[in-house]
């Protein structure tokens, strides 16, 4: 605690406190274009402002659920920084008029939720936290609240259902979970990353943030860079830079001088990249990404595959993370992601059919009826259904080729 | 049947929610921690803490696969197969493991998703532990040091120790 | 109201309802699998998706509430595709066995997948294995193998049974439903989720592989087994009946039925009914049975006078058998000396007097009071009724329960007045509610009434048969003074509204009116009563005094119903003549004369009527036992030999003169009883306004095996209804009049056929003046007996009791299925009474009252007041062993055995 207060933690909440401006904070960070750094990039200030004025209590829920495949940025926060966390959350629940937040980490963060829970008791002790905070008449409590294993429960209404103690599956939109979400109450979700940077957004000014990145990718944010790369890990990054900067720059290029051949730019549910120009001189922009190339940031994560990489191994893999972690509400996630995940394991175990392939753009249909469209459209209730489905059209538009050499063609059956 | 210390810790977690459903999940942690795995009984004790059955208790946490429904030993020890440690040697790490333990009633080795911890991938927890940059041989060294006591290890519900 | 347009069709909804209601509602079925119009949509099969314009993708309509101008598109190329890839992922791990399915024949996904899917799977990998069916409860299997995970069953537990003792378990294509391994899913709501299923992943043990759908003929018909008549479709094959579902009806049960109204019709077809008359213990013939009957009847009126003879029960038969043996009793017989309640109701003139509520009133209600016995064991579909106000509706509920319920989870406020006192509790509720408020809680619950706008629904019933029911008459009394205030009755047994309307009680004649008002009656009937007669306790005490001689009981056994069993067992050992007509020997007829065998249950036709006076038809399904006879017939056969000829052949001529006499009947018919949807509400006048007629209901219970996974509901068509006057109805009776059981499934063509008869009463007849309803209808004098309780004995606790719903009658005894689901008895008290006595939980203690004793196990249950107990009635260990119904409280010792 000493160690951070030196670093100036909680120096911005006796500010805002201070200041008791709620709208300051709500004018700083709509001018700073924050996007919820969750994986659906969301304007913060936008979703405060829908918050209704209904008189029922509201909610503060933080998202640490980070269980998206190769997405490791929030545990960093957690583990490293858990007084910036906090502060985080004491300065949005003022805005938002929360007297009750609870921070949702995944149950595997056993480690960050005591960093956290030792913060939070630090900040309590030090009135930071709890009841007339500072002598300002503001309540705050922060329950922390471990999951226990269940990628779902970062999809926000799954969060909450989960947060009160059901099983995590999401919710029928709308309505919202900021009209109707904890308790049947308004409730805020954000991710870690996003309440960590509104402290850093009121400490440069909203207007200053804004100037880093491009268009509406203001800011910084971080990435977790993994995979065949020399230097994996989680970086800030700066909105604007090109793929190539960030691969072979800031992550130092392939592993052994191998070549590149395909890699993952928004985590696991989005389409992927390959080893092209066009590709690799992408600027790092949430929309141009999208408009350009089909495919989005995500969560941060960048997944960077070598020359000798199996694409229908990784995609298999990933089809098998997403059947195991379909909540099985929904019928085309719960039975189509199985059978995706069966198909995919003959084809690349050397067991594969001459027509698995369309076989799988078939199965992906009835759970994504545009298969190879971005943004996917889905027949699910949720954005999990159609993520295998990113995988398979991945395979399809770069690797047809090298899927049908593995599998036979059609000619040859 | 939470421990007189537990049955404290149980309330005063129950406290902590609006709802009493809402604790669930973490005294289906603290059970776990204490009996080494979520049992038919305890999963009836919540049921009363939490104001609800011992069918919904059941129905919350086979949800989640943290909560292990049969006994399995002192040490969890999960493997992160998933896309980053494919690649670097997580299966490797696993298969050597799974084989090494397969028999022994106290450590329970388990395939899971990522655990972000890709950066440093291959990784694993043990009682929700992290262990990274492993190799098969470190795993195992780290699985032997834990029973030898020469690492404390968490509660098997990555409580603490 | 707003418009939509589906499939360009535009049609007028409400804002907010759901779009796949609405096209159902106007012809357009989209399938589904998860929806279900009685409980919330959760959207998660997504055999529903359609094309909404405007919106990305496609929305399930099951979810997608409708708003002004929404355009909808069910049958695009789209929407067929999404329809065919999730039927064949539905189809991925369902196996495909339907031969030796039980649901095979009447599967909502096999028939989906004609209609709507694709031809053939192409999934050619490993189906998901579970072990085969494993049972969930002593009457529920489950075979997790065919489990679409609809989620119907486990919504069905938590929502509306409120026993959410199954669940989903384990996650995505592993999910499986699931009760915890130490609880079964003993819910008395079971069997619905049986029906509800959409595949034959749940079955029923008493039902499994007894039959085929499509060998099954059906009838629509009512439930016997409690007040509430749940409305069912009475399945057989070869002449035994199999099955029962629930029909939805809006009124009365929402689809619903309770477990023992589903499996207790197996008693029908037990080894042990009577099937043959017999006399002096010996079969004989029924004109030697009849004949001996008569005699007995004659020589005891000749020797001894009317008032000499008695007549108990009549609650439950039909309308008309209640009619008749009223007609007997008191206009050929001429005794008053009549009771259909056997000391666990209320006065009659209460039941019938008072501002009655419809169940539907609930949902509206400003509060509802809560009087009444746990209605979870009494009446189990009031019970769902009354949760769904509370839950749904948000209606708060005012509690006078003295021991904890079913309902006590969703009660507002507690007013918890001990055992005796509930009388005086209302008074101060009332008190409240004009400003003077005894204290912080009735304050709470008269603010809560204030606060809100529609009537009070008091639910009114006997919520302790160890004390006189003065203080629940004196609460009543109390209540009955406000503005507005509506009372649903909660007595218990089957058709015993319809008893006390037929005139089943002292003092009272057919039609809501006292024995003053006879006229209506006496155009018809030989003789009226003039002074009123003995309730049933009167009846008891006269046959040991010895000034009744001859008792008839009428499918009635005091023994094991009347409160207090040791003074039933004196008088029936005393009375020296019993003439039973009943389906079943038991302990108070087995000295009777005469035993007169009668039909039960799906074994006749006629009408019934539930606990907020409506009258509905029930349906002959099956031929009769033996040679059983309907009890009407037996009356009238009896009446004959006593010189009065009804001249009455068919049921429906007797439910004609029922009418004709009864004021409260005033313009039905049992052409409209037959094709009006949800029967009439009684006095029939009064409720004219919600009469519906059937438009066609062939389609669905034509015999062909109603579709049981959706709610079976008529599609009723309102038409006007202009009620006719007595005579008119008499008239158009006898033009109607069929083969009883044929009435119902043949309205289907003949709405307007009906519609005229109904509607049409002509010049002559409206100029015939027939008594005019209002006039004579009873109405409660409020007038309520003092309470004067026993004083505390301190080493006493004070004993509660009330029905339990697997109780010891012939429906539990003789049903096979559900005989086994009754658990012991046991005694509960406060966890400090248990203290007090110093044993354990569960250990076997010594209770003992003025009346008796025996050894029970004691059991410590929450929310029970300190110096209370509770024990449930029947048995040989029930607490009709100890009442004693002379004292206004039953003060019982406990001692622990040495
Ligand atoms: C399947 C799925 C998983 C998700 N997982 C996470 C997660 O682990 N962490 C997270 O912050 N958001 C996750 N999200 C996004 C959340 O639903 C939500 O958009 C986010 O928490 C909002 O916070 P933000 O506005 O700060 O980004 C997930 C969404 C889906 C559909
Ligand atoms: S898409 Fe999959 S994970 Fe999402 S709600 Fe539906 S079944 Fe659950
Ligand atoms: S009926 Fe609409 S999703 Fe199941």
Same mark, same amino acid.
């Given at each position: 605690?000493?160690? @951070?207060? /030196?670093?100036?933690?909680?120096?911005?909440?006796?500010?805002?406190?201070?200041?008791?401006?709620?709208?300051?904070?709500?004018?700083?960070?709509?001018?700073?274009?924050?996007?919820?750094?969750?994986?659906?990039?969301?304007?913060?200030?936008?979703?405060?402002?829908?918050?209704?004025?209904?008189?029922?209590?509201?909610?503060?829920?933080?998202?640490?659920?980070?269980?998206?495949?190769?997405?490791?940025?929030?545990?960093?926060?957690?583990?490293?920084?858990?007084?910036?966390?906090?502060?985080?959350?004491?300065?949005?629940?003022?805005?938002?008029?929360?007297?009750?937040?609870?921070?949702?980490?995944?149950?595997?963060?056993?480690?960050?939720?005591?960093?956290?829970?030792?913060?939070?008791?630090?900040?309590?002790?030090?009135?930071?936290?709890?009841?007339?905070?500072?002598?300002?008449?503001?309540?705050?409590?922060?329950?922390?609240?471990?999951? /226990?294993?269940?990628?779902?429960?970062?999809?926000?209404?799954?969060?909450?259902?989960?947060?009160?103690?059901?099983?995590?599956?999401?919710?029928?939109?709308?309505?919202?979970?900021?009209?109707?979400?904890?308790?049947?109450?308004?409730?805020?979700?954000?991710?870690?990353?996003?309440?960590?940077?509104?402290?850093?957004?009121?400490?440069?000014?909203?207007?200053?943030?804004?100037?880093?990145?491009?268009?509406?990718?203001?800011?910084?944010?971080?990435? @977790?860079?993994?995979?065949?790369?020399?230097?994996?890990?989680?970086?800030?990054?700066?909105?604007?830079?090109?793929?190539?900067?960030?691969?072979?720059?800031?992550?130092?290029?392939?592993?052994?001088?191998?070549?590149?051949?395909?890699?993952?730019?928004?985590?696991?549910?989005?389409?992927?990249?390959?080893?092209?120009?066009?590709?690799?001189?992408?600027?790092?922009?949430?929309?141009?990404?999208?408009?350009?190339?089909?495919?989005?940031?995500?969560?941060?994560?960048?997944?960077?595959?070598?020359?000798?990489?199996?694409?229908?191994?990784?995609?298999?893999?990933? /089809?098998?993370?997403?059947?195991?972690?379909?909540?099985?509400?929904?019928?085309?996630?719960?039975?189509?992601?199985?059978?995706?995940?069966?198909?995919?394991?003959?084809?690349?175990?050397?067991?594969?059919?001459?027509?698995?392939?369309? @076989?799988?753009?078939?199965?992906?249909?009835?759970?994504?009826?545009?298969?190879?469209?971005?943004?996917?459209?889905?027949?699910?209730?949720?954005?999990?259904?159609?993520?295998?489905?990113?995988?398979? @059209?991945?395979?399809?538009?770069?690797?047809?080729?090298?899927?049908?050499?593995?599998?036979?063609?059609?000619?040859?059956? | 049947?939470?421990?007189?210390?537990?049955?404290? $810790?149980?309330?005063?977690?129950?406290?902590?929610?609006?709802?009493?459903?809402?604790?669930?999940?973490?005294?289906?942690?603290?059970?776990?921690?204490?009996?080494?795995?979520?049992?038919?009984?305890?999963?009836?004790?919540?049921?009363?803490?939490?104001?609800?059955?011992?069918?919904?208790?059941?129905?919350?946490?086979?949800?989640?696969?943290?909560?292990? $429904? !049969?006994?399995?030993?002192?040490?969890?020890?999960?493997?992160?197969?998933?896309?980053?440690?494919?690649?670097?040697?997580?299966?490797?790490?696993?298969? $050597?493991?799974?084989?090494?333990?397969?028999?022994?009633?106290?450590?329970?080795?388990?395939?899971?998703?990522?655990?972000?911890?890709?950066?440093?991938?291959?990784?694993?927890?043990?009682?929700?532990?992290?262990?990274?940059?492993?190799?098969?041989?470190?795993?195992?060294?780290?699985?032997?040091?834990?029973?030898?006591? !020469?690492?404390?290890? $968490?509660?098997?519900?990555?409580?603490?120790? | 109201?707003?418009?939509?347009?589906?499939?360009?069709?535009?049609?007028?909804?409400?804002?907010?309802?759901?779009?796949?209601?609405?096209?159902?509602?106007?012809?357009?079925?989209?399938?589904?699998?998860?929806?279900?119009?009685?409980?919330?949509?959760?959207?998660?099969?997504?055999?529903?998706?359609?094309?909404?314009?405007?919106?990305? =993708?496609?929305?399930?309509? *099951? +979810?997608?509430?409708?708003?002004?101008?929404?355009?909808?598109?069910?049958?695009?190329?789209?929407?067929?595709?999404?329809?065919?890839?999730?039927?064949?992922?539905?189809?991925?791990?369902?196996?495909?066995? *339907?031969?030796?399915?039980?649901?095979?024949?009447? *599967?909502?996904?096999?028939? +989906?997948?004609?209609?709507?899917?694709?031809?053939?799977?192409?999934?050619?990998?490993?189906?998901?294995?579970?072990?085969?069916?494993?049972?969930?409860?002593?009457?529920?299997?489950?075979?997790?193998?065919?489990? &679409?995970?609809?989620?119907?069953?486990?919504? %069905?537990?938590?929502?509306?049974?409120?026993?959410?003792?199954?669940?989903?378990?384990?996650?995505?294509?592993?999910?499986?439903?699931?009760?915890?391994?130490?609880?079964?899913?003993?819910?008395?709501?079971?069997?619905?989720?049986?029906?509800?299923?959409?595949?034959?992943?749940?079955?029923?043990?008493?039902?499994?592989?007894?039959?085929?759908?499509?060998?099954?003929?059906?009838?629509?018909?009512?439930?016997?087994?409690?007040?509430?008549?749940?409305?069912?479709?009475?399945?057989?094959?070869?002449?035994?009946?199999?099955?029962?579902?629930?029909?939805?009806?809006? #009124?009365?049960?929402?689809?619903?039925? *309770?477990?023992?109204?589903?499996?207790?019709?197996?008693?029908?077809?037990?080894?042990?009914?009577?099937?043959?008359?017999?006399?002096?213990?010996?079969?004989?013939?029924?004109?030697?049975?009849?004949?001996?009957?008569?005699?007995?009847?004659?020589?005891?009126?000749?020797?001894?006078?009317?008032?000499?003879?008695? %007549?108990?029960?009549?609650?439950?038969?039909?309308?008309?058998?209640?009619?008749?043996?009223?007609?007997?009793?008191?206009?050929?017989?001429? +005794?008053?000396?009549?009771?259909?309640?056997?000391?666990?109701?209320?006065?009659?003139?209460?039941?019938?007097?008072?501002?009655?509520?419809?169940?539907?009133?609930?949902?509206?209600?400003?509060? &509802?009071?809560?009087?009444?016995?746990?209605?979870?064991?009494?009446?189990?579909?009031?019970?769902?009724?009354?949760?769904?106000?509370?839950?749904?509706?948000?209606?708060?509920?005012?509690?006078?329960?003295?021991?904890?319920?079913?309902?006590?989870?969703?009660?507002?406020?507690?007013?918890?007045?001990?055992?005796?006192?509930?009388?005086?509790?209302?008074?101060?509720?009332?008190?409240?509610?004009?400003?003077?408020?005894?204290?912080?809680?009735?304050?709470?619950?008269?603010?809560?009434?204030?606060?809100?706008?529609?009537?009070?629904?008091?639910?009114?019933?006997?919520?302790?048969?160890?004390?006189?029911?003065?203080?629940?008459?004196?609460?009543?009394? #109390?209540?009955?003074?406000?503005?507005?205030?509506?009372?649903?009755?909660?007595?218990?047994?089957?058709?015993?509204?319809?008893?006390?309307?037929?005139?089943?009680?002292?003092?009272?004649?057919?039609?809501?009116?006292?024995?003053?008002?006879?006229?209506?009656?006496?155009?018809?009937?030989?003789?009226?009563?003039?002074?009123?007669?003995?309730?049933?306790?009167?009846?008891?005490?006269?046959?040991?005094?010895?000034?009744?001689?001859?008792?008839?009981?009428?499918?009635?056994?005091?023994?094991?119903?009347?409160?207090?069993?040791?003074?039933?067992?004196?008088?029936?050992?005393?009375?020296?003549?019993?003439? #039973?007509?009943?389906?079943?020997?038991?302990?108070?007829?087995?000295?009777?004369?005469?035993?007169?065998?009668?039909?039960?249950?799906?074994?006749?036709?006629?009408?019934?009527?539930?606990?907020?006076?409506?009258?509905?038809?029930?349906?002959?399904?099956?031929?009769?036992?033996?040679?059983?006879?309907?009890?009407?017939?037996?009356?009238?056969?009896?009446?004959?030999?006593?010189?009065?000829?009804?001249?009455?052949?068919?049921?429906?001529? &007797?439910?004609?003169?029922?009418?004709?006499?009864?004021? #409260?009947?005033?313009?039905?018919?049992?052409?409209?009883?037959?094709?009006?949807?949800?029967?009439?509400?009684?006095?029939?006048?009064?409720?004219?306004?919600?009469?519906?007629?059937?438009?066609?209901?062939?389609?669905?219970?034509?015999?062909?095996?109603?579709?049981?996974?959706?709610?079976?509901?008529?599609?009723?068509?309102?038409?006007?209804?202009?009620?006719?006057?007595?005579?008119?109805?008499?008239?158009?009776?006898?033009?109607?009049?069929?083969?009883?059981?044929?009435?119902?499934?043949?309205?289907?063509?003949?709405?307007?056929?009906?519609?005229?008869?109904?509607?049409?009463?002509?010049?002559?007849?409206?100029?015939?003046?027939?008594?005019?309803?209002?006039?004579?209808?009873?109405?409660?004098?409020?007038?309520?007996?003092?309470?004067?309780?026993?004083?505390?004995?301190?080493?006493?606790?004070?004993?509660?009791?009330?029905?339990?719903?697997?109780?010891?009658?012939?429906?539990?005894?003789?049903?096979?299925?559900?005989?086994?689901?009754? =658990?012991?008895?046991?005694?509960?008290?406060?966890?400090?009474?248990?203290?007090?006595?110093?044993?354990?939980?569960?250990?076997?203690?010594?209770?003992?009252?003025?009346?008796?004793?025996?050894?029970?196990?004691?059991?410590?249950?929450?929310? &029970?007041?300190?110096?209370?107990?509770?024990?449930?009635?029947?048995?040989?260990?029930?607490?009709?062993?100890?009442?004693?119904?002379?004292?206004?409280?039953?003060?019982?010792?406990?001692?622990?055995?040495?």
């Amino acid at each position: 605690m000493q160690r @951070a207060q /030196a670093d100036g933690a909680y120096e911005m909440w006796k500010e805002v406190l201070r200041r008791a401006d709620v709208q300051w904070i709500h004018d700083e960070v709509k001018a700073s274009g924050l996007r919820g750094r969750g994986g659906a990039n969301f304007p913060t200030a936008i979703k405060w402002e829908s918050l209704p004025d209904n008189g029922l209590p509201r909610h503060l829920v933080i998202n640490g659920d980070e269980g998206e495949p190769s997405t490791f940025k929030d545990r960093v926060l957690l583990e490293g920084d858990p007084h910036a966390l906090v502060e985080g959350v004491c300065i949005e629940a003022y805005r938002i008029g929360s007297h009750r937040a609870f921070i949702y980490l995944r149950g595997e963060f056993a480690l960050g939720a005591d960093r956290v829970q030792q913060a939070i008791n630090e900040a309590r002790a030090a009135g930071f936290v709890g009841t007339n905070i500072l002598g300002s008449g503001f309540d705050l409590e922060i329950v922390v609240h471990r999951g /226990a294993g269940a990628y779902i429960c970062g999809e926000e209404s799954a969060l909450i259902e989960s947060l009160e103690g059901k099983r995590g599956m999401p919710r029928i939109k709308p309505p919202l979970p900021i009209h109707v979400g904890l308790y049947s109450q308004p409730t805020v979700v954000n991710n870690v990353e996003t309440v960590c940077t509104i402290t850093h957004i009121l400490k440069m000014g909203g207007a200053e943030y804004a100037k880093l990145g491009v268009n509406r990718s203001t800011g910084t944010r971080l990435a @977790a860079i993994s995979g065949h790369v020399k230097q994996p890990g989680v970086y800030e990054l700066e909105f604007g830079m090109t793929l190539r900067d960030i691969i072979f720059g800031i992550a130092g290029g392939i592993r052994d001088d191998k070549q590149l051949k395909f890699f993952l730019p928004g985590g696991a549910s989005f389409q992927w990249l390959i080893n092209s120009d066009e590709h690799l001189d992408q600027v790092y922009d949430i929309d141009d990404i999208s408009a350009k190339l089909g495919t989005t940031l995500g969560s941060g994560a960048i997944m960077v595959y070598d020359q000798d990489t199996d694409p229908l191994l990784v995609a298999w893999r990933l /089809a098998k993370f997403y059947a195991h972690e379909s909540c099985g509400k929904c019928t085309p996630c719960r039975e189509g992601s199985g059978w995706i995940e069966k198909v995919l394991y003959r084809m690349s175990h050397g067991l594969g059919r001459p027509n698995d392939m369309d @076989a799988l753009l078939d199965i992906s249909a009835g759970i994504s009826p545009d298969v190879m469209k971005a943004p996917f459209t889905q027949t699910t209730i949720c954005p999990l259904g159609p993520s295998p489905v990113s995988a398979v @059209a991945s395979l399809q538009k770069w690797f047809r080729a090298e899927v049908e050499a593995a599998c036979g063609t059609e000619a040859q059956a | 049947m939470f421990t007189d210390a537990n049955k404290k $810790r149980a309330t005063e977690i129950v406290a902590l929610y609006p709802k009493a459903h809402s604790a669930i999940l973490p005294l289906a942690h603290l059970a776990q921690d204490q009996d080494g795995w979520l049992s038919p009984e305890a999963m009836d004790e919540i049921a009363d803490y939490c104001d609800t059955t011992a069918a919904d208790v059941q129905g919350v946490c086979s949800f989640y696969t943290m909560y292990k $429904r !049969r006994p399995c030993g002192n040490l969890v020890v999960s493997v992160c197969t998933n896309v980053t440690c494919l690649v670097v040697g997580g299966p490797e790490v696993l298969e $050597r493991l799974e084989h090494k333990y397969a028999s022994d009633h106290d450590v329970f080795v388990e395939e899971v998703e990522c655990l972000a911890a890709c950066g440093n991938a291959p990784s694993m927890q043990v009682n929700y532990e992290y262990h990274e940059h492993l190799t098969p041989e470190s795993a195992e060294q780290i699985v032997e040091d834990y029973k030898a006591g !020469r690492l404390v290890a $968490r509660g098997v519900s990555g409580g603490l120790a | 109201m707003i418009n939509v347009t589906i499939d360009g069709k535009t049609v007028e909804a409400n804002p907010g309802d759901l779009l796949i209601k609405v096209a159902q509602e106007n012809g357009v079925y989209i399938p589904r699998f998860c929806w279900h119009d009685r409980m919330k949509p959760v959207g998660m099969c997504r055999m529903c998706l359609v094309e909404v314009e405007g919106i990305r =993708g496609l929305p399930p309509a *099951c +979810t997608m509430p409708v708003a002004e101008g929404m355009v909808c598109h069910t049958e695009t190329p789209a929407v067929k595709q999404a329809q065919d890839d999730v039927l064949e992922f539905l189809l991925v791990n369902h196996p495909l066995d *339907c031969p030796v399915c039980d649901r095979g024949g009447e *599967c909502p996904l096999q028939d +989906t997948t004609l209609a709507f899917g694709p031809g053939e799977s192409r999934f050619v990998e490993e189906k998901r294995h579970f072990e085969k069916p494993i049972p969930i409860s002593d009457v529920v299997l489950l075979d997790r193998e065919r489990c &679409i995970q609809c989620a119907r069953c486990t919504r %069905f537990a938590d929502e509306i049974a409120g026993d959410p003792l199954i669940s989903f378990v384990d996650r995505g294509g592993h999910t499986q439903v699931l009760n915890h391994p130490d609880h079964p899913f003993a819910s008395y709501f079971s069997g619905n989720v049986v029906q509800i299923c959409p595949v034959g992943a749940l079955t029923a043990k008493p039902y499994r592989f007894r039959a085929r759908p499509w060998d099954l003929a059906t009838v629509e018909t009512s439930c016997g087994q409690c007040a509430v008549q749940c409305r069912g479709a009475l399945q057989s094959s070869s002449n035994r009946l199999v099955r029962l579902l629930g029909v939805d009806s809006d #009124a009365v049960n929402h689809g619903w039925l *309770c477990d023992k109204g589903r499996y207790g019709f197996e008693y029908v077809h037990s080894d042990a009914r009577v099937r043959e008359p017999q006399l002096d213990g010996k079969t004989v013939s029924w004109p030697q049975a009849l004949d001996a009957a008569a005699d007995a009847l004659r020589s005891a009126r000749d020797l001894h006078g009317a008032e000499s003879i008695a %007549f108990l029960g009549g609650a439950r038969g039909t309308n008309e058998d209640a009619y008749a043996i009223a007609r007997l009793a008191k206009g050929v017989i001429g +005794t008053d000396n009549v009771d259909s309640q056997l000391g666990d109701g209320l006065p009659a003139e209460l039941i019938l007097g008072v501002n009655r509520a419809a169940i539907a009133d609930l949902d509206t209600a400003a509060a &509802i009071v809560l009087l009444a016995p746990d209605l979870k064991e009494a009446l189990p579909v009031l019970h769902l009724r009354l949760r769904r106000a509370a839950l749904e509706c948000n209606v708060p509920i005012i509690d006078f329960s003295s021991v904890p319920h079913g309902l006590t989870r969703e009660v507002t406020h507690a007013l918890a007045p001990l055992p005796g006192e509930q009388g005086k509790r209302a008074e101060q509720l009332v008190g409240a509610l004009n400003g003077n408020a005894a204290d912080a809680i009735v304050a709470a619950a008269a603010a809560t009434i204030a606060g809100r706008s529609g009537n009070i629904v008091v639910v009114l019933g006997r919520s302790n048969l160890a004390e006189r029911s003065d203080a629940t008459v004196q609460a009543a009394a #109390a209540l009955a003074g406000l503005a507005n205030v509506k009372f649903l009755s909660a007595l218990r047994r089957g058709n015993v509204h319809g008893a006390l309307e037929a005139g089943l009680a002292p003092g009272i004649l057919p039609g809501r009116v006292t024995i003053e008002h006879r006229d209506a009656v006496q155009q018809v009937w030989r003789t009226a009563p003039e002074v009123p007669g003995l309730d049933a306790e009167g009846i008891l005490r006269g046959a040991i005094d010895g000034t009744i001689k001859t008792l008839v009981l009428v499918g009635a056994d005091p023994i094991a119903d009347f409160p207090d069993r040791a003074l039933a067992i004196e008088a029936l050992n005393a009375v020296g003549t019993i003439i #039973a007509l009943d389906g079943f020997g038991n302990a108070s007829n087995q000295r009777a004369k005469v035993m007169l065998p009668v039909t039960m249950f799906g074994e006749k036709s006629g009408t019934t009527t539930n606990l907020e006076g409506r009258m509905q038809r029930v349906n002959q399904k099956v031929s009769p036992e033996g040679i059983a006879m309907d009890d009407w017939r037996i009356a009238s056969e009896i009446a004959l030999r006593l010189g009065d000829d009804f001249d009455l052949e068919l049921v429906d001529e &007797i439910t004609a003169e029922m009418i004709k006499v009864s004021p #409260a009947l005033a313009g039905a018919t049992p052409a409209l009883l037959a094709s009006s949807h949800d029967g009439v509400r009684i006095p029939v006048r009064e409720h004219a306004t919600e009469i519906k007629v059937r438009k066609n209901n062939a389609g669905l219970l034509d015999g062909e095996g109603a579709v049981s996974w959706e709610p079976i509901k008529a599609d009723v068509e309102a038409v006007d209804v202009e009620l006719a006057t007595h005579e008119s109805a008499d008239e158009s009776a006898d033009e109607s009049a069929g083969e009883a059981g044929a009435a119902v499934i043949d309205s289907g063509e003949t709405p307007s056929a009906d519609k005229a008869t109904i509607t049409a009463p002509t010049a002559e007849a409206s100029a015939t003046v027939a008594p005019t309803a209002a006039s004579v209808l009873l109405t409660w004098n409020r007038i309520a007996p003092s309470v004067s309780l026993p004083g505390r004995d301190a080493y006493a606790v004070r004993l509660v009791s009330g029905p339990a719903l697997y109780d010891h009658g012939n429906a539990v005894n003789a049903s096979a299925s559900i005989v086994g689901l009754r =658990g012991p008895s046991k005694l509960l008290v406060s966890a400090a009474d248990l203290q007090r006595l110093g044993v354990t939980n569960g250990t076997e203690v010594h209770v003992a009252s003025a009346k008796g004793a025996f050894n029970i196990a004691v059991h410590a249950a929450r929310g &029970i007041t300190q110096g209370v107990a509770q024990l449930a009635m029947g048995g040989e260990r029930g607490a009709n062993a100890l009442i004693d119904v002379g004292s206004s409280a039953t003060d019982v010792r406990v001692e622990t055995i040495q």
